[in-house]
């Protein structure tokens, strides 16, 4: 997992091919001005996601975890509280890996929690399992699938 600014995410642009062309992306447009749906970026290798979602309290967010797709998550309009645990970490109440998906859940408890805030990104890998849309209230958020 790594948390920065979205300006910061730079930094980061050679671990994966998909990362620039997401930045890109991010750089691009007024993310406070983008309508819920899909915005294609490079296919299905890269893509965009603005939704928005109503928060969930601390104790209904499951961690969740992907395998084909690295996630950056991006808060527009609130700031948004992540629960994470190394998913090595995690055995309780696995579901089902759904392959169409790309997304499985875990009923352990997070190890840690962080707070996002919008102009900030997280980025999280195959091997964090995460508990987004923690908070009260609504929240519309950026979330960019990059194909591994």
Same mark, same amino acid.
């Given at each position: 997992?790594?948390?920065?600014? &979205?300006?910061?995410?730079?930094?980061?642009?050679?671990?994966?091919?998909?990362?620039?062309? @997401?930045?890109?992306?991010?750089? +691009?447009?007024? &993310?406070?001005?983008?309508?819920?749906?899909?915005?294609?970026?490079?296919?299905?290798?890269?893509?965009?996601?603005?939704?928005?979602?109503?928060?969930?309290?601390?104790?209904?967010?499951?961690?969740?975890?992907?395998?084909?797709?690295?996630?950056?998550?991006?808060? %527009? +309009?609130?700031?948004?509280?992540?629960?994470?645990?190394?998913?090595?970490?995690?055995?309780?109440?696995?579901?089902?890996?759904?392959?169409?998906?790309?997304?499985?859940?875990?009923?352990?408890?997070?190890?840690?929690?962080? %707070?996002?805030?919008?102009?900030? @990104?997280?980025?999280?890998?195959?091997?964090? @399992?995460?508990?987004?849309?923690?908070?009260?209230?609504?929240?519309?958020?950026? %979330?960019? !699938?990059? !194909?591994?």
């Amino acid at each position: 997992m790594i948390i920065d600014s &979205i300006l910061g995410l730079e930094r980061y642009r050679r671990m994966n091919e998909g990362f620039e062309k @997401a930045f890109k992306f991010l750089r +691009s447009c007024d &993310i406070t001005k983008l309508e819920t749906g899909r915005y294609e970026i490079d296919g299905d290798n890269v893509y965009a996601l603005v939704s928005e979602n109503d928060m969930k309290n601390i104790e209904d967010a499951k961690l969740e975890v992907h395998d084909s797709y690295i996630d950056i998550q991006t808060p %527009v +309009s609130a700031s948004e509280t992540f629960g994470w645990k190394d998913r090595s970490f995690c055995n309780t109440g696995e579901s089902k890996y759904d392959d169409e998906k790309d997304i499985a859940f875990f009923d352990d408890e997070p190890e840690v929690y962080c %707070v996002v805030n919008p102009l900030q @990104a997280v980025i999280f890998f195959p091997n964090d @399992a995460h508990a987004p849309l923690i908070g009260n209230g609504k929240i519309k958020k950026i %979330v960019i !699938k990059i !194909k591994i």
